[in-house]
Every structure is written in C-alpha cells, then in structure tokens.
C-alpha cells in the first residue's frame, strides 16, 4: 500500500520532513490569528530575544580575530593582484553581524575576467592552507567561498561587487535609526541561521535577504518603526559597472518617522512573522523596501511563475522553482529578484518554519525553544588551544634541541627548495629555448612537412602509372611508331592503285582488312601506353625536384639549430621535438606541485620555529621576574622600629589596579601580568575594581612603556617564501 498523500502527492518522507505545509495544503491546518498572545507573553518574548541577542553579539575578541583575518588578506591579495582593492561589505560592515556570521569582502580589480580572476585566487588561497575553497561561478556574481584554516571563520570574496558595498550603506543606516531595526534584523537571523533557512548555495534565503524581509515588516507597522531612506526629491544616480542605480539615501534618515512607534521588541517580530503567515504578502505582492510597502506584482510585471514549490518538489530531479515565487526585489537593482536563489526543497523549509515558529510562539513556547538548532552537527564549536600546552612541562634543554632540530629541518629544507626551484627554472627554460626555436624554425619545418608528405603519394603515383603502362605494352607488343608505320602501309594497300596483273585475292583482301582494324586497336592502347609514360618522366623529375629540396631544407634546419645550440647550451643533447617541450612544460608543473607542498612544510617549520623561540622567550621572563622578586624580598626587609622587616610591595612590576584595568578595558595582559591579576584576587576582581583617574593615567602610561615587553599570541602577517611567488 502506497504511503503517497492523494491530496498533495506528497510521500511519506516528504510528509515527515513538511508536516505543517501538508496540513495546509490539505486543508487541515488553522493558523491562530495571534490575538490570544497577552502582554505577559510578548513581555517574555522582548526579554528572550534580547537575552540570545547578548549571548550571540560578536566579542571583542571575535572582532579582533575578524580584523586581522581582513588584514591579512588585504595585503595578501593585494600583493597578488596589483592595482586591486580588497573591501569590506556585508553584516560585519553594516553592524548586523552575530557570532557566527561570515567575512563578506569584494575585490575590486580591473583588467581581467571575474571567473579568471576566481581560479587565480582560488591557487593563493590553497596556497595560504584555507579550507573548503568552493568557486562558485554560476552565481549572479561569481565568488570563492572558503574558511580560514586558524580562526575558522567562513569568508566569501567576490568580485567587482560594487553594487553590494551600497546595498551595505543602506542597511548600516537603518540600523542606526532604531536599536529595535538592528535587534529585529539580529533576531531573524539568528532563528533563520538556528532553523536553517539562511543560506543561498543550499538553495533558501540569504541573511540579507532576511534582513530586507524584516525592514519591510518594520516599514508596514502603525506607526512604522523603519522608514523609507531611500524617498526624497533630489535622486543620486551612479553608474556602477556600466549600468545606471538610483542610490538616494536620505543623510538623516530619523527625520523621516513623523510618529514615535513604542512597540517592544516581541510586538514587532510577532508582527514579522503574523505578516508573512496569516497576510502571506507573496501570494499577490513584491517585498520592496524601496516603496515602503509591498508593491503588487501586477505593478512590478513579476507573475508567479510555476512550478510552484509543492509541486516541484513532487516532480523531484533537477527540477526548478518557478520565477518570482517568494519575491524580494533588491532595492537598487530593481530587476535583481532575490529569491531567484531558492530551491523547491528550500522554499519548502522556509514555510514550514516560518508555520512552525507562528503556531509556536501562540502556544507559549520561548524564543529559545522555537530557536532550537536544526541540525547540531553543523556548528562545530572551536576550543581555545594554549599555545604552548606541550611545552609548559619540558626541561629548557628540550627545548632547545627541539628548536636546533626545527632550525636544521627548516634549513635543509630551505636548500632543498631552491634547488627544485632552479631544477623547475631549467625546465621552463628548455620548454621556451624549443618554443622560440620552433618559431624560428617554422617555415622550414612547415616546407619540410610539406616535402615530406608529397613524396609517398608521388611515389605510389609513379608506381601506379609504371604498372599500367608495361601492361599496355604487354598486350601491343610493338611500339607506338611500328604500329603507326604498318597502319599507313596497310592503308595504302587497301586504298592505293590496283595493278591488274597482281590483283590480290579476296583471302588476302580480308587478311589486310582484318590486319587494319587489329592494327587500328593496337594503336589505341599504344597511346594510353605513351601517354601513361609521360606522366611517368614528369613525376620522376618532381620526385627528383623534391628529394633535392629536401635535403636543402634539412640542411638549412641543422645550421638554425647549430646557431640556436650555440645561444643555449642545454639544448645540446635535447631532440628538437614539440612532444619534448611538451614534457618540460608537464615537468616543471609536477615541480610546481612538490615545491608549493614544500613551501607548505616550509612554513609550518618557520611557525614551530617561532613558537619554541617566543616560549624561551616566555621563560626567560619568567625566570627573570622570579630572581628579581626574590632578590627584591632580601633587599626590601628593612627594619623598622619594632625590628620587623618591612613587607611592603615592590614598585618595580606591574601594579594590581594597572592589571585589573587593562583587563576590564579589553587590553592584553602577558603571563606576568596574569599571575598578578591571580594573586590580587582574581578575574572577580576586575569587576569590582574602579580605577581612579590618576590610576588610569597612571596605568596608560605603563601600557606604552610595557608594549614591547608584553607577549602575546595574536595573528601577524604569515610568512611567504620570496621564492616562486607570483607578484
């Protein structure tokens, strides 16, 4: 018995992955109108969203380790593609980035195709050991995506992606009109990225498209939250890639909203998500934050085109959503329909959990329940790694033969490098020595060929037109000039005088007949003979023609690769063959490759290396700072009246309330500096210690004179061999 539904067509994995849209398609399914949520609830749902709100914001420390992967590739790309610029756009830029949100940069580059520019990125980026380098080139803007191999932060880079860095001014300025715009766009990206409805390469929303969602919603409360920047009567057109935008923004985008609006926080994403549910704006209308409202799509001449997504999913294969089905216009690029990127299987997810969060939130479920991660296996949580964990325990003349091994290995393979360097350099160079001699050579070895090839068809020519004439004359048997003799002597017989006293006989007058016509045969075939013959001696003297041009050819051929040996040496003993350049080029491809898997090796030595240098470095600190702290006690125990030592503190090391400052504001703190923050009473002292101005200046002047002294592991430029790189 078949599990397919009858109504819906749908099976019963279909049914089990979309229960609540099969209900609705079966009719089974009523929504709540949202008018039994009380003013507890929507209290409770404004202190839930702000609280995973404060959980999920980026850390400072998440924000340096963003910062410096941007330098990083800013200056590693750069380097790589003069005249280029690496810029920043997206969440990260526009202040709605949550904990887990990727790195969004645009290379701006001139010069060279996008999909190009992508393969030759997608090498630099191997190169730098990134992980998951997907090309995605089928995309409305080609770009690489990929995640850094320390940080684990997922980066997208696209190309000449103007447009987007205004797309990311638009939305930086509607979050600074309003906290609740920036919490509201927060909070539905982090339920679209638990659920798993937030992420364009798997064929659903993308969070921008999310967040222009969620701004229309805003622009359609009464009063409206967010207004329209994008009105006015002065309009700022620019012509990006070669195509005219409207890019008006209003500068004061505050002075737009003519009402307050006082609605909390849980009030207005139960307004997002009754909108999209109960009114469902994409059955009849265009998301279009451009106009303020929703446009119909009869105005925008967006039809909902079909297969619609139940019904595509039915069909199954490689089957496609129809056009405009859930349409999100961009609001620059007004023919640009962001929903182009979903798939059947995604726009099916996106209703079943846009149903599942209304039916939820109505029945008294927390923000956190309905938030719940989809699939857990797909956030993989990083844990903080001490550097130098294995090498805390080890005695210090372990270390420093692990450093003179390292500084060995990193040496050996330092040479080793240059010499599959150079070994590749010759390669290439023989492979260009051949091309250029083949340039050179070209027209003689074109003449050649064609010498060459003339032969064996002349030959076999000459063959042919020998054989048959010696068969013609095999079947004559006289040649060409008896036979034309005999047939006039013949013919005169029959045709001359008739001496009456010698008057031949009718035998013989048959006989003479006879002979005629035999001769007149012969003479036919005689000439194809003759003819045969003389095609003959004409090919003859081409073939002997040839032979000779040939050998002048060839010679000509030895003193040019006599003269190009004697310009390059290491062609001596190398076959002038393309097959051989051919076989250099795919020799110093395969060197290319062990010698970038050395580099490689290279740099994880000349990392290890740093490593044991900085830990020695470490513990010369340390054990300085221990002597000096014990001298400093022998020296310090001065006695006072009651002829006790004084124990008062040492002034020469960093103070408590300097320590305690700087890791309330954020500073970096070395160990010595950590071991005083330990014994002043803590990380709990941070909070509670309240610096005072003097100590703060006191403290900040400290900072400046300690910066160099202080150690801590924070990404620099990552190191790159000179040697075989491409500038």
């Given at each position: 018995?078949?599990?397919?539904?009858?109504?819906?067509?749908?099976?019963?994995?279909?049914?089990?992955?979309?229960?609540?849209?099969?209900?609705?398609?079966?009719?089974?399914?009523?929504?709540?109108?949202?008018?039994?949520?009380?003013?507890?609830?929507?209290?409770?749902?404004?202190?839930?969203?702000?609280?995973?709100?404060?959980?999920?914001?980026?850390?400072?420390?998440?924000?340096?380790?963003?910062d410096?992967?941007?330098?990083h590739?800013k200056?590693?790309?750069?380097?790589?593609?003069?005249?280029?610029?690496?810029?920043?756009?997206?969440?990260?830029?526009?202040?709605?980035?949550?904990?887990?949100?990727?790195?969004?940069?645009?290379?701006?580059?001139?010069?060279?195709?996008?999909?190009?520019?992508?393969?030759?990125?997608?090498?630099?980026?191997?190169?730098?050991?990134?992980?998951?380098?997907?090309?995605?080139?089928?995309?409305?803007?080609?770009?690489?995506?990929?995640?850094?191999?320390?940080?684990k932060?997922?980066?997208?880079?696209?190309?000449?992606?103007?447009?987007?860095?205004?797309?990311?001014?638009?939305l930086?300025?509607?979050?600074?009109?309003?906290?609740?715009?920036?919490?509201?766009?927060?909070?539905?990206?982090?339920?679209?990225?638990?659920?798993?409805?937030?992420?364009?390469?798997?064929?659903?929303?993308?969070?921008?498209?999310?967040?222009?969602?969620?701004?229309?919603?805003?622009?359609?409360?009464?009063?409206?939250?967010?207004?329209?920047?994008?009105?006015?009567?002065?309009?700022?057109i620019?012509?990006?890639?070669?195509?005219?935008?409207?890019?008006?923004?209003?500068?004061?985008?505050?002075?737009?909203?003519?009402?307050?609006?006082?609605?909390?926080?849980?009030?207005?994403?139960?307004?997002?998500?009754?909108?999209?549910?109960?009114?469902?704006?994409?059955?009849?209308?265009?998301?279009?934050?451009?106009?303020?409202?929703?446009?119909t799509?009869?105005?925008?001449k967006?039809?909902?085109?079909?297969?619609?997504?139940?019904?595509?999913?039915?069909?199954?294969?490689?089957?496609?959503?129809?056009?405009?089905?859930?349409?999100?216009?961009?609001?620059?690029?007004?023919?640009?329909?962001?929903?182009?990127?979903?798939?059947?299987?995604g726009?099916?997810?996106?209703q079943?959990?846009?149903?599942?969060?209304?039916?939820?939130?109505?029945?008294?479920?927390?923000?956190?329940?309905?938030?719940?991660?989809?699939?857990?296996?797909?956030?993989?949580?990083?844990?903080?790694?001490?550097?130098?964990e294995?090498?805390?325990?080890?005695?210090?003349?372990?270390?420093?033969?692990?450093?003179?091994?390292?500084?060995?290995?990193?040496?050996?393979?330092?040479?080793?490098?240059?010499?599959?360097?150079?070994?590749?350099?010759?390669?290439?160079?023989?492979?260009?020595?051949?091309?250029?001699h083949?340039e050179?050579?070209?027209?003689?070895?074109?003449?050649?060929?064609?010498?060459?090839?003339?032969?064996?068809?002349?030959?076999?020519?000459?063959?042919?037109?020998?054989?048959?004439?010696?068969?013609?004359?095999?079947?004559?048997?006289?040649?060409?000039?008896?036979?034309?003799?005999?047939?006039?002597?013949?013919?005169?017989?029959?045709?001359?005088?008739?001496?009456?006293?010698?008057?031949?006989?009718?035998?013989?007058?048959e006989?003479?007949?006879?002979?005629?016509?035999?001769l007149?045969?012969?003479?036919?075939v005689?000439?194809?003979?003759?003819?045969?013959?003389?095609?003959?001696?004409?090919?003859?003297?081409?073939?002997?023609?040839?032979?000779?041009?040939?050998?002048?050819?060839?010679?000509?051929?030895?003193?040019?690769?006599?003269?190009?040996?004697?310009?390059?040496?290491?062609?001596?003993?190398?076959?002038?063959?393309?097959?051989?350049?051919?076989?250099f080029?795919?020799?110093?491809?395969?060197?290319?490759?062990?010698?970038?898997?050395?580099?490689?090796?290279?740099?994880?030595?000349?990392?290890?290396?740093?490593?044991?240098?900085?830990?020695?470095?470490?513990?010369?600190?340390?054990?300085?700072?221990?002597?000096?702290?014990?001298?400093?006690?022998?020296?310090?125990?001065?006695?006072?009246?009651s002829?006790q030592?004084?124990?008062?503190?040492?002034?020469?090391?960093?103070?408590?309330?300097?320590?305690?400052?700087?890791?309330?504001?954020?500073?970096?703190?070395?160990?010595s500096?950590?071991?005083?923050?330990?014994?002043?009473?803590?990380?709990?002292?941070?909070?509670?210690?309240?610096?005072?101005?003097?100590?703060?200046?006191?403290?900040?002047?400290?900072?400046?004179?300690?910066?160099?002294?202080?150690?801590s592991?924070?990404?620099?430029?990552r190191?790159?061999?000179?040697k075989?790189?491409?500038?």
């Amino acid at each position: 018995m078949s599990d397919e539904c009858q109504i819906t067509g749908f099976d019963s994995e279909q049914q089990h992955r979309w229960p609540l849209v099969h209900q609705y398609l079966c009719e089974q399914l009523e929504f709540p109108d949202g008018s039994g949520l009380a003013p507890e609830a929507l209290k409770q749902l404004t202190l839930d969203l702000e609280s995973v709100l404060e959980g999920q914001l980026p850390t400072k420390s998440a924000a340096k380790k963003r910062d410096g992967l941007y330098e990083h590739l800013k200056r590693t790309i750069e380097k790589r593609f003069k005249g280029s610029s690496l810029r920043r756009f997206g969440s990260s830029e526009s202040g709605l980035s949550l904990s887990h949100g990727d790195l969004d940069l645009c290379l701006l580059f001139d010069g060279q195709k996008p999909k190009k520019v992508l393969r030759s990125l997608s090498s630099t980026l191997r190169y730098q050991e990134m992980e998951d380098i997907q090309v995605i080139n089928s995309a409305k803007v080609p770009i690489i995506k990929f995640i850094d191999e320390r940080t684990k932060i997922p980066v997208d880079i696209s190309i000449n992606n103007t447009l987007a860095l205004h797309n990311t001014t638009l939305l930086k300025a509607y979050s600074e009109t309003d906290e609740r715009i920036r919490q509201c766009i927060l909070g539905i990206k982090y339920w679209a990225h638990q659920r798993d409805v937030c992420d364009a390469a798997k064929g659903t929303f993308s969070s921008y498209a999310w967040s222009l969602i969620m701004l229309q919603a805003l622009q359609t409360t009464t009063p409206c939250v967010a207004p329209n920047i994008q009105t006015g009567k002065e309009r700022t057109i620019l012509k990006v890639e070669g195509v005219e935008y409207d890019l008006t923004m209003a500068a004061e985008p505050q002075k737009l909203l003519k009402e307050q609006n006082t609605q909390s926080l849980g009030e207005l994403l139960v307004h997002f998500f009754q909108q999209l549910v109960i009114e469902r704006p994409w059955d009849e209308h265009v998301i279009s934050i451009r106009s303020g409202a929703p446009i119909t799509r009869k105005k925008k001449k967006w039809k909902y085109g079909k297969p619609n997504a139940s019904k595509a999913v039915i069909e199954g294969g490689k089957t496609r959503l129809g056009l405009h089905s859930f349409p999100v216009e961009d609001p620059f690029n007004h023919e640009h329909d962001l929903s182009r990127v979903l798939r059947p299987d995604g726009a099916m997810d996106i209703q079943e959990e846009l149903f599942r969060f209304w039916i939820g939130i109505n029945e008294g479920k927390s923000f956190s329940e309905l938030c719940e991660l989809k699939n857990p296996e797909r956030i993989q949580e990083m844990e903080e790694k001490d550097l130098f964990e294995d090498l805390r325990k080890l005695p210090k003349s372990d270390i420093d033969k692990m450093l003179k091994e390292t500084e060995s290995q990193h040496s050996d393979l330092e040479i080793r490098i240059e010499a599959l360097h150079q070994e590749r350099k010759n390669n290439i160079q023989i492979s260009q020595a051949l091309r250029g001699h083949f340039e050179e050579t070209s027209g003689l070895r074109k003449e050649h060929r064609t010498l060459v090839r003339s032969l064996r068809p002349r030959s076999e020519k000459m063959d042919q037109l020998q054989e048959q004439r010696d068969q013609y004359n095999q079947q004559i048997g006289i040649p060409l000039y008896r036979i034309r003799e005999l047939l006039v002597e013949v013919y005169d017989n029959l045709t001359g005088d008739i001496d009456f006293f010698h008057v031949p006989s009718l035998q013989r007058e048959e006989e003479q007949f006879s002979w005629f016509f035999e001769l007149h045969a012969m003479h036919a075939v005689a000439l194809k003979a003759d003819a045969a013959h003389k095609e003959f001696i004409e090919l003859v003297r081409e073939q002997k023609k040839a032979v000779k041009d040939l050998k002048i050819t060839e010679k000509k051929q030895t003193e040019v690769h006599a003269e190009l040996v004697k310009s390059e040496p290491i062609l001596a003993n190398i076959t002038t063959e393309f097959s051989q350049a051919r076989q250099f080029d795919q020799n110093a491809h395969s060197l290319n490759k062990v010698i970038q898997q050395r580099r490689k090796e290279l740099r994880h030595l000349r990392r290890e290396k740093g490593r044991l240098e900085a830990w020695i470095r470490v513990s010369i600190r340390k054990d300085s700072a221990r002597n000096s702290h014990s001298k400093g006690d022998r020296k310090g125990r001065k006695k006072g009246k009651s002829g006790q030592a004084n124990w008062a503190p040492r002034r020469d090391g960093p103070k408590p309330e300097e320590v305690q400052h700087r890791a309330a504001t954020g500073g970096t703190l070395s160990l010595s500096d950590l071991d005083v923050l330990l014994n002043s009473g803590g990380i709990a002292s941070v909070s509670k210690s309240r610096p005072t101005p003097k100590s703060s200046r006191r403290a900040e002047r400290k900072k400046k004179q300690n910066t160099a002294r202080q150690f801590s592991a924070q990404r620099g430029e990552r190191a790159q061999s000179k040697k075989g790189r491409k500038d």
